[in-house]
């Protein structure tokens, strides 16, 4: 067992020394500052439609960007109660490598000129999106995989979410700014996949007796992670969105669905459990479930009330899931989704995809104004009509879902 336990720690430093080498020396040949900071100069070679420029992106949103992934993402996937600080640890491993390469592979997809790939606050905004997805897939196999096993995970996910992405939004053309099928739907899936290869039978019971009396430790990670999901997600939803008009639709959006999917955990939850109050670990689940679903819809939504009625409908499937899917998907698909991912982050970001699409159909000029142009700019400039691009929005969820699961498969 000593040699064992010798064996992995040398596999484990020795590889991220590797992996450290090698970032070091892609970003030696490849990587260079941005040369210039505002958006008129963005040189027509670079793939800019979809990512505004760092003049008028603003460092408070990407330091709000990063706080979600390093904390809400980082603290909520390494359960520090049910795992303990080395879950944390691994996790913050994880972000560390993953922001590296994630700069590289969205890089060469759409930062990259004259062989040199040009970085600022918007391709850190990007890596930052693309390490959310591989901890939402981490939540899926945590305590299942080892360290090593985490960073192999990481290497393959990151280029499969940047295919993902750019195959979305830069080829396609859809429009997701929140990332409700980049981040949430191909992070999910993905890891359910990855879960479902490494189904292991004999770890029931002792999940089972690990979450004995864990009680009071889980409800007070959860009060701390449900309060850095209030403050910062809506930054997160918006981070892509720099125009005024456009940031302030998606921040009120994504509160306004943050509330009522929290409301409609303490509708549902004394329903179909004991307690009459429901505990911190659902409430934090409820804040995830309405943030997925404002993903793709948030810039969108023309009114408040829908904004309402959307969170609350993610807050009903949240609880739901736990209750009756998580169930079937560990007994008939034999899928251990450790984090319930499938249930805060899948189902309501296969929900705010659909509720997008809807949403495109109603996108004029008479609803959406000069917002058209922001949030669908080929329908603006009549290369495509709204039918087209609802088609493509709704498209873009099996895509999703085919990359995410053929992935998780493979690196499973």
């Not at 000129?113 to 939402?136: E, H, P, R, W």
């Not at 499969?160 to 981040?183: A, F, H, K, P, Q």
């Not at 004029?364 to 495509?384: I, N, S």
Request: with cysteine.
């Amino acid at each position: 067992m000593p040699e064992h336990t010798a064996a992995s720690k040398l596999r484990l430093s020795g590889l991220c020394f590797l992996l450290q080498i090698l970032t070091i020396l892609l970003f030696a040949v490849f990587v260079r500052y941005s040369p210039e900071s505002s958006p008129g100069h963005c040189p027509p070679q670079l793939n800019c439609s979809r990512r505004n420029q760092d003049s008028g992106f603003q460092q408070p949103r990407y330091q709000d960007v990063h706080f979600q992934v390093l904390l809400s993402f980082g603290l909520l996937v390494a359960f520090l109660g049910r795992y303990g600080p080395g879950s944390a640890a691994i996790s913050i491993l994880i972000i560390a490598f993953a922001i590296q390469w994630a700069v590289l592979i969205e890089g060469f997809f759409n930062f990259f000129l004259n062989g040199k790939i040009y970085v600022g606050a918007q391709s850190m905004v990007s890596a930052d999106f693309c390490t959310a997805a591989l901890l939402i897939s981490t939540g899926a196999v945590l305590g299942r995989v080892n360290p090593v096993q985490m960073l192999l995970l990481a290497l393959l996910e990151v280029i499969l979410c940047t295919l993902n992405e750019y195959i979305l939004l830069s080829l396609m053309g859809v429009s997701d700014s929140g990332r409700s099928l980049t981040v949430h739907t191909f992070g999910a899936y993905f890891g359910l996949m990855v879960s479902r290869v490494l189904y292991q039978p004999h770890n029931d019971k002792r999940k089972r007796e690990e979450r004995q009396d864990m009680g009071h430790q889980m409800d007070v990670f959860a009060v701390v992670g449900t309060i850095y999901l209030w403050i910062f997600w809506p930054s997160f939803t918006s981070a892509t969105t720099v125009h005024n008009n456009a940031e302030n639709w998606a921040v009120l959006n994504s509160y306004f669905s943050l509330v009522a999917s929290t409301v409609a955990t303490f509708i549902l939850s004394p329903v179909l459990y004991e307690e009459s109050t429901p505990q911190m670990v659902q409430i934090q689940d409820a804040t995830l479930a309405g943030m997925a679903v404002m993903g793709m819809a948030g810039e969108m939504l023309v009114t408040p009330f829908g904004a309402l009625i959307a969170g609350f409908l993610a807050g009903l499937i949240s609880p739901l899931g736990f209750r009756f899917f998580t169930p079937v998907l560990h007994s008939r698909l034999k899928i251990q989704d450790t984090c319930g991912v499938h249930n805060i982050h899948g189902l309501p970001g296969i929900l705010g995809a659909l509720l997008g699409t809807l949403l495109t159909l109603l996108a004029t000029a008479d609803t959406f104004g000069d917002r058209l142009e922001l949030v669908f700019p080929l329908v603006a400039q009549g290369r495509r009509t709204v039918t087209d691009q609802a088609f493509i929005q709704l498209s873009a969820l099996p895509l999703t879902l085919l990359l995410a699961t053929l992935g998780g498969c493979l690196t499973g």
